[in-house]
């Protein structure tokens, strides 16, 4: 039990080490969007490891970091970058301002998927096997396929509803959540080498 303790402990203080490298130089409205990526990060692995079953699933815990996900989304996110403000280590890229409102849309969405995440944490995660996946026999609501007709995905509506999203089982969520990071980071984001 010590020696777990110890090569945690370990672990988080060289992933300490080095997010204060890659941020090393940054300052201002760049440092800051870095501690909010970071943060973002941190939050998406957390709720990663309980989706695999790395860790117990834990409703309190999906919260706060659905909330984490939230409060640096949507307009928390794009105020953090003013045009222009890719000096110094900035892994922006300059598309996010040619591109402002596909940037803008996509933070919203992350917005809206981590307030349904948050308010869906009670439902749980669906057994695997029982269809209540995002591809299984019940859809992503337990209601038919994820493509059909009357389901989430043949009214587009419905996607922009957070009390219809919060229905859904949590590992839905979640995908959809990582799902809208991934996107913005390939479409915005410098590629680390």
Known sequence: MKLS???VS???VVSGVAAALAHGGATGIVKERMDAMSALGKAIKSLSAMMRGETAYDAAAVRKNAEVLQSHSGEALTKLFPEGSIKGPSEAKPEIWSNWQEFADISGQLELFATALGEA?????SEPG???GMMGQSGMM???SMMGEGT???DPSHMQNPELLAQMPVQGLFAM??????SCHTKFRIEKK
């Open 177 to 182: 959540t990582a799902q809208t990071c991934s």
């Open 152 to 154: 989430m995905m043949g």
């Open 5 to 7: 303790v110890i090569l």
């Open 130 to 132: 029982a269809g209540g």
């Open 121 to 125: 944490a009670d439902n749980g995660l």
């Open 142 to 144: 337990g209601q038919g």
């Open 10 to 12: 370990g672990a988080l």
